[in-house]
C-alpha cells in the first residue's frame, strides 16, 4: 500500500475514533496539528511518513480521557498500524513520538528525542496557545466545571507530573502552568516564529482579562 493510502486510512481511523471527543482534542484539533507539522516540516529534514503518521495518531486516546492511563494512546496506535505493511522502525518511532510529544508538567524532562518529534512536539503546542490556544484552555475548563479565575488560587509553576495531572486549579491559571512557557520551549525555527506571535497574542488577553475583572477599563 502507498504511503499517502496508508495516511488516508489513518485520518478516517482518526475521525471516527475522535467522533464526539471533548472539542479541544477532537478530529479538527488533530487535523490543525497535522496542518502545523506539515508547514514546520518544510523546512526540516524529516520523514514525511513518520510526521503525518504522529501527527495524526498523536491523541488518538489522551491520558486525560482515560483515568491517567498513558500507555492506552501508543498501544491503539501500534495496533492500527500493524495491519499495513510498514517498516518496524517507522511504527515504532511513531509510537515513541505518541508517548512523549505531551508536556506533562513543567518540570518534566523529556526522555526521547527526534527531529520528527521536534517537529510535531511544535505543531502540537502551537496549538494551545494564540487565539486556538485560549478558546481550547476555556473549553477543558469548562469541561471540567473549572473555575474561570480565582485571585486567592496562584498558579502553581513548581508541580510534580502527578500534581500537575490532578490539578483542578482555575483555568486562568493554566496561562501560567503552561501556555506561557510553551514559546521558550519550541524546538524548531518555524514553531518558535510562529509561537513568539501566539504569546504576544495572549499575554494581550490576560491584560484585557484583568482590566475586566478589576474593572479597570478606561474611555478615551
Known sequence: MQPSAIVDKTIAFVRDTLH???GGHDWF???RVLKNAILIAKDEQVDPL???LGALLHDIADSKFHDGDETIGPRLAREFLEQFDIEKECIDH??????HISFKGGNEQQQFRSKELDV???ADRLDA???IGIARCFNYGGFKNRAIYDPDISPNLNMTKE??????APTINHFYEKLLLLKDRMNT???KKIAQQRHEFMKTFLDQFYKEWNGEETFG
Open 50 to 52: 513518520v510526521i503525518a
Open 120 to 122: 510535531i512536539q511544535d
Open 20 to 22: 464526539g471527543a471533548e
Open 163 to 168: 500534581a500537575y495531572k490532578n490539578s483542578t
Open 29 to 31: 484539533h488533530t487535523q
Open 189 to 191: 525555527k518555524t514553531g
Open 129 to 131: 496557545i494564540g487565539a
Open 94 to 99: 511513531v509510537i515513541l513520538i505518541i508517548s
